[in-house]
């Protein structure tokens, strides 16, 4: 039975109509630097709205515009600001929606996570979820066709997101983006000392980053623990700030985008 997840911050972090959404993820895409070295494996991008963060975000998925056809899967890992969960929660829908239309979920790969302790089902934790819905209108402008497996992350051990990578790592079809902002609402010097320390740690697959460095600390600490077995190598696209962007600086949110890429193909 089909179960469709509805946005629930269209309007809020994006825009609600289709062709105005389409052109500004284009903007920002055709603003952001020209896509260099090769392919990423994974991502890391900020959440907020686009106005805020979506320049930084759009480099990351800047990366993506040779791969169009090539990737057919991605692995979504955000953290929960509404629902507070144990472990990774996946939703019991079929397929989410934005203005651009669904995107179908990658049923059969989430069916294979049931017997893994730290999974749990839950529609609830993801119905006002922002952290995960903001990316997938810049999934589905660069992307033809891709099935989505979409993981909101609570309290969980590097271990534990590390292992759910791991049975879903697949090959160059599948892509791994992390949601996640830095610091929030430090003073503008503050924060900047904050997040480039955060992206130190993140630069040098240190897995100890706390959720007061980084909403998506959880995630995080897994893709980095996940990279380090693995080899992969990151590198910082952007860090800013909304002080940088479309904010004040008395009060801001830090924003980052990562790469990172399989060191036997550099």
């Given at each position: 039975?089909?179960?469709?997840?509805?946005?629930?911050?269209?309007g809020?972090?994006?825009?609600?109509d289709?062709?105005?959404l389409?052109?500004?993820?284009d903007?920002?895409?055709g603003n952001?630097?020209?896509?260099t070295?090769?392919?990423p494996?994974?991502l890391?991008a900020?959440h907020?709205?686009?106005?805020?963060?979506?320049a930084?975000?759009?480099?990351?998925?800047?990366?993506?515009?040779?791969?169009?056809?090539?990737?057919?899967r991605?692995?979504?890992?955000?953290?929960?600001?509404?629902?507070?969960?144990d472990?990774?929660?996946?939703?019991?829908s079929?397929?989410?929606?934005?203005?651009?239309?669904?995107?179908?979920?990658?049923l059969?790969?989430?069916?294979?996570?049931?017997?893994?302790p730290q999974?749990v089902?839950?529609d609830?934790?993801?119905?006002?979820?922002?952290?995960?819905e903001?990316?997938l209108?810049?999934?589905?402008?660069q992307?033809?066709?891709?099935?989505l497996?979409?993981l909101a992350?609570?309290?969980a051990?590097?271990?534990?997101?590390a292992?759910?990578?791991?049975r879903l790592?697949?090959?160059?079809?599948?892509?791994?983006?992390?949601?996640?902002?830095?610091?929030?609402?430090?003073?503008?010097?503050?924060?900047?000392?904050?997040?480039?320390?955060?992206?130190?740690q993140?630069?040098?697959?240190?897995?100890?980053?706390?959720?007061?460095?980084?909403?998506?600390?959880?995630?995080i600490?897994?893709?980095?623990?996940?990279?380090?077995r693995?080899?992969?190598?990151?590198q910082?696209?952007q860090?800013?700030?909304?002080?940088?962007?479309?904010?004040?600086?008395?009060?801001?949110?830090?924003?980052a985008?990562?790469?990172?890429?399989?060191?036997?193909h550099?």
């Amino acid at each position: 039975m089909t179960h469709v997840r509805p946005p629930a911050v269209v309007g809020a972090f994006y825009p609600g109509d289709p062709a105005e959404l389409s052109a500004v993820v284009d903007r920002l895409l055709g603003n952001a630097a020209l896509p260099t070295g090769t392919p990423p494996k994974a991502l890391i991008a900020p959440h907020a709205g686009y106005i805020y963060s979506g320049a930084t975000a759009a480099l990351a998925y800047a990366l993506l515009t040779p791969l169009r056809r090539q990737i057919t899967r991605v692995v979504l890992l955000g953290p929960t600001h509404r629902v507070a969960v144990d472990g990774l929660a996946l939703p019991e829908s079929t397929s989410f929606a934005t203005p651009l239309g669904q995107v179908p979920l990658a049923l059969e790969a989430m069916d294979k996570l049931r017997d893994l302790p730290q999974i749990v089902f839950s529609d609830r934790v993801h119905a006002q979820e922002h952290s995960l819905e903001v990316h997938l209108p810049f999934l589905q402008r660069q992307l033809d066709n891709f099935a989505l497996l979409p993981l909101a992350v609570g309290h969980a051990r590097p271990e534990d997101v590390a292992e759910v990578l791991d049975r879903l790592w697949g090959g160059p079809e599948t892509l791994i983006v992390v949601s996640s902002d830095l610091s929030h609402f430090l003073p503008y010097a503050q924060a900047n000392r904050v997040d480039d320390e955060t992206c130190r740690q993140i630069l040098h697959l240190d897995t100890t980053i706390q959720p007061q460095q980084a909403c998506g600390a959880f995630p995080i600490n897994g893709l980095l623990l996940a990279a380090r077995r693995r080899g992969l190598s990151p590198q910082l696209l952007q860090r800013c700030n909304s002080g940088d962007t479309a904010g004040d600086r008395n009060r801001v949110v830090g924003y980052a985008a990562f790469a990172f890429r399989e060191n036997d193909h550099v």
